[in-house]
């Protein structure tokens, strides 16, 4: 009898052990950038109590294992939030800086004290090529695990040598909720890990802070949890900002903070007028959430100010590419312009809308489909190759640079011969 109860509680302590060692593992580990891809390197995480002594390694990547001694330590600043049921939450984020461009390297965060994480793996950008390709999702919103995770995973399997991965807003439903923040992390997995995260803030980002306040804020966890560009303008940084990919500058606008505040759109226009002018990259590309142009059924969509201010931005300084979310619908067109951007919305969510024919602009479209879009740049040619999660090829385009002409614009698949994707009822409206 004695036996069985030592046994007994040798078990009850046993099952607790797992929950208590969880507690200090980094989780939410993700690759950002602050500067230049080429030779500094951003990672944050986080734990549910505090690490006095967190610690973040770095040397190069080799094909024999071990050799830690010979990995150099850099310094880790901390940040904490308050969740709404009291809990505190620990940030860390660190900079590896002076980097060798087109290097691989060995990454390692954590606490000495508590727990390390993984050898985890990431490349420097190359000083200035023209070859390489990024992975774009549209909103992923609602269900983020159970359905928006299926998009990440395929977009990276099929990817996996990407530069980085950008979401173009609404990567949850509810700002300042923890709860859906994990979700996403767990969807998105190992993958932010091993490739870099470029988020862009979408109006699902944006809540009130209490229920005694009007005034919508972006998530309490935004900037603690990603380390990204404080070079935008002042009061948005960290939302709106750019960088410098090898031969392209990818602009990051926040569409919300925009809409929301009439100074702030003035603020971004006349940082983005200033940003193009000085734009030294071949390829220009620019991202926000809310789309200068719609056609989606519902009672949102279509935002004027946004057009009239950023479209002629744009032809101004001859942006190539302009990739948006939140119609959760996929659209495609370039206002049979062939100096003018291309405009791409899309979706990776399970939350679907529909398009009205009678407000049509797009060249392509599909509704009630999660996809995802590999852009490529290969010396004068930009690609945009959109998936659905069955990895078939839905939308496919090149954007050709020509000396002292306007690109070329190639259309390879087109509406007209390869039928649109519809809600099973057959239409492109919803059913009501």
């Not at 860390?92 to 793996?121: H, K």
Request: charged share 20%.
């Amino acid at each position: 009898m004695q036996l069985k109860t030592i046994s007994s509680f040798i078990l009850f302590i046993s099952s607790f052990t797992p929950l208590f060692s969880q507690q200090d593992k980094p989780k939410h580990i993700v690759l950002t950038w602050e500067i230049d891809p080429s030779t500094t390197q951003s990672v944050c995480w986080q734990t549910s109590s505090k690490a006095e002594d967190p610690i973040a390694l770095l040397m190069p990547a080799s094909h024999r294992p071990y050799g830690e001694e010979k990995a150099v330590q850099y310094q880790v600043a901390i940040d904490s939030v308050i969740d709404s049921d009291g809990m505190t939450r620990y940030y860390y984020q660190a900079s590896f800086t002076d980097l060798t461009p087109d290097t691989q390297y060995l990454y390692q965060v954590g606490s000495f004290e508590n727990r390390m994480s993984a050898w985890n793996t990431f490349t420097t950008a190359k000083a200035n090529d023209d070859d390489f390709s990024f992975l774009y999702l549209g909103d992923i919103q609602n269900d983020i695990l159970a359905w928006g995770s299926r998009t990440i995973r395929e977009a990276y399997a099929s990817q996996p040598h990407a530069a980085f991965m950008l979401f173009a807003g609404d990567l949850i439903d509810n700002a300042h909720d923890p709860n859906q923040w994990d979700e996403w992390f767990e969807a998105v997995s190992h993958v932010s890990e091993l490739m870099p995260i470029v988020p862009v803030s979408g109006n699902h980002e944006y809540e009130e802070r209490g229920p005694d306040e009007d005034a919508e804020v972006l998530s309490v966890y935004w900037r603690p949890q990603f380390g990204l560009p404080t070079n935008g303008p002042t009061g948005l940084e960290e939302s709106a900002y750019y960088l410098d990919y090898q031969s392209m500058r990818l602009i990051v606008l926040n569409s919300t903070a925009a809409l929301l505040s009439k100074k702030m759109l003035k603020k971004q226009t006349d940082w983005l007028e200033q940003v193009l002018k000085e734009n030294p990259k071949k390829w220009t590309i620019v991202s926000f959430h809310h789309p200068l142009f719609s056609a989606r059924d519902g009672r949102h969509g279509d935002y004027p100010d946004l057009r009239e201010t950023w479209k002629p931005v744009f032809e101004k300084h001859a942006v190539d590419l302009v990739i948006m979310g939140h119609d959760h619908v996929y659209n495609r067109g370039n206002l049979g312009r062939s100096q003018g951007p291309v405009y791409v919305v899309s979706v990776a969510g399970p939350k679907m809308y529909g398009v009205l024919p009678e407000k049509r602009w797009m060249d392509r479209n599909a509704v009630d489909t999660q996809l995802y879009q590999v852009i490529s740049i290969k010396n004068n040619t930009l690609e945009l190759s959109a998936y659905t999660v069955m990895h078939e090829l839905y939308d496919h385009f090149s954007i050709q640079k020509r000396p002292r002409k306007d690109n070329q614009f190639t259309e390879y698949i087109s509406s007209d011969d390869h039928p649109e994707n519809t809600f099973p009822h057959g239409s492109s409206v919803r059913s009501k």
